[in-house]
């Protein structure tokens, strides 16, 4: 969404990455001009896809730009309202995931009746917005919260790489051959 909305040529985001983008500018926007169906509602799974929301923004920001006359490229009036509407349609999508999962775990008695903690990471935990509701959807259920610092959400793949050094490191679960090894790709 930050790439389509050339967040990069927007004067307030130019060094930001894109989701830091988003947040910075839905600080000021409004999440109520717009409305973005949220993703996957038929389905009463904990399964996340942000495909059909990503479609959903696309279609409006290209009425947008004509309703405004602009190329693609440019930057809308609205950009900042269109951040603040993705990043709640995004955040109320994870909380509800996260929801059902928790469900899931309680009655198939996969956490402790007692202690349940919610562990958040991962780029999307750098998020104040995400990790806010987070914070709440946890506090509701009796789930303890465990988030790192904003410094240390990164990316998922730089953290996995980071585990597998350390793994490495201590001589842990490091296979030192793949023969037998199966693997297929999608």
């Not at 990503?54 to 279609?59: A, E, G, R």
């Not at 903690?117 to 104040?128: D, E, F, I, R, Y």
């Amino acid at each position: 969404v930050a790439r389509r909305l050339s967040l990069r040529k927007h004067p307030e985001c130019h060094s930001m990455a894109g989701g830091k983008a988003i947040e910075h500018l839905a600080q000021t926007g409004n999440c109520q001009q717009h409305m973005f169906r949220l993703p996957m509602q038929r389905y009463r799974n904990c399964d996340f896809s942000f495909s059909g929301l990503q479609n959903l923004v696309n279609k409006a920001i290209i009425q947008k730009e004509k309703e405004e006359g602009i190329q693609e490229g440019e930057i809308l009036s609205c950009v900042k309202d269109i951040a603040a509407t993705v990043q709640h349609a995004v955040a109320v999508h994870i909380i509800q995931r996260t929801y059902r999962a928790m469900l899931f775990c309680i009655k198939n008695s996969i956490l402790p009746s007692k202690n349940a903690t919610l562990v958040v990471s991962g780029g999307v935990a750098s998020n104040q917005y995400i990790r806010k509701g987070l914070q709440s959807l946890a506090d509701a259920n009796d789930f303890d919260f465990l988030c790192p610092p904003p410094r240390l959400c990164t990316d998922n793949g730089v953290m996995i790489a980071w585990n597998g050094i350390e793994r490495l490191r201590a001589g842990l679960g490091v296979l030192h051959s793949t023969d037998g090894v199966r693997y297929e790709p999608k």
